[in-house]
């Protein structure tokens, strides 16, 4: 009587869910043995190069006027105090503010409602309306200037922060379109499956299943629209003429005259037009590197 004998080989334990890769031994090996210096040595005049013009424009602000000092020392508050009361600078921010955020709510809404579309559905132009939306972004916003000027004169919208806002929605658009799809698509289909046959309906289940988490690329998204409103000039300066309704980028430009340009003032105006972008990106710079890796993969 024979008996067959089972090999049995020892089974490499599988690796835990929350440890990181490990690099191969070589790639390893080649990066010890790196000199430090050679690392160290192009971030630091990397860093240099970045650094050295945040510090010459607060030199410039916060040094009193008519100074040539390396340091602002004594240091004063006067040029901010000027643009703020002076140059109506307090109503170019709440103007700001409000495009910024209005634009982040209608490009957000919009591209969702048109990029859950483009992921779940399909339609005989879908790849022509995709293709448009790519080219799109070819189209400088000059060449929108005349056609836009033309559509809010016939609708009275001249002087009112409603014409910028509609045309940074409309601006952004295509590529938000584009991102939310590239995340929807992200979102396994089954999750929205089980959902129909627990009772749900579309939306319904858009809203508790899919909605969630798509919160990253919400969010890059969102962001992006806010920035770009905050600091986009040509559409604020085109449709805004009275002082009462400009934003930031022209009030910045109503600092620069012919003959003089008062530096202190200037820098005092860049780093308040520049403290809101640094702040939200500060909050939400993990969950925009999240969003826009996200993103960038193909469903």
């Known amino acids: 009587m024979t008996t067959n004998a089972v090999e049995t080989r020892p089974v490499a334990p599988a690796p835990a869910a929350d440890e990181p890769p490990r690099r191969p031994k070589k790639a390893q090996r080649a990066w010890d043995e790196v000199p430090r210096w050679q690392i160290y040595l192009p971030l630091s005049i990397y860093l240099v190069f970045t650094l050295v013009p945040f510090y010459w424009i607060l030199l410039f602000a916060l040094r009193p006027a008519g100074s040539t000092s390396l340091v602002p020392w004594p240091m004063t508050f006067e040029h ?3 643009v703020w009361t002076e140059r109506s600078f307090g109503t170019y921010f709440e103007n700001s503010v409000y495009v910024g955020i ?8 919009v591209a969702l409602a048109g990029g859950y579309a483009l992921a779940r559905f399909d339609f005989k132009i879908k790849r022509g309306f995709m293709l448009a939306l790519l080219c799109s972004q070819f189209v400088p916003g000059a060449l929108l200037l005349v056609p836009l000027f033309q559509i809010f004169a016939e609708l009275s919208m001249i002087n009112s922060l409603g014409s910028v806002i509609i045309a940074e929605t409309v601006f952004q658009l295509p590529l938000s379109m584009i991102l939310i799809s590239n995340f929807i698509k992200n979102v396994p289909y089954s999750l929205e499956e089980a959902a129909w ?13 899919v ?6 690329g919400l969010i890059a998204v969102g962001s992006f629209a806010f920035v770009h409103s905050w600091n986009h000039f040509l559409f604020a300066l085109m449709f805004l003429s009275n002082q009462e309704k400009q ?12 003959d003089s340009v008062d530096l202190g003032a200037l820098a005092a105006g860049g780093i308040i037009a520049a403290v809101p972008v640094v702040v939200v990106f500060a909050f939400i710079q993990k969950w925009l590197i999240t969003g826009f890796s996200a ?5």
């Not at 209005?102 to 809404?109: D, G, I, S």
């Not at 909605?211 to 990253?216: C, K, T």
């Not at 993103?295 to 469903?299: D, E, H, L, R, Y």
């Open 211 to 216: 909605l969630p988490l798509l919160r990253p």
């Open 247 to 258: 934003t930031i980028p022209v009030g910045l430009n109503t600092l620069l005259s012919a």
């Open 197 to 209: 046959v627990d009772g749900c309906s579309r939306f319904r289940a858009f809203v508790t299943i």
């Open 102 to 109: 209005a634009t982040l709510v209608m490009t957000t809404l």
């Open 295 to 299: 993103g960038a993969v193909k469903g």
């Open 80 to 82: 901010f105090e000027k």
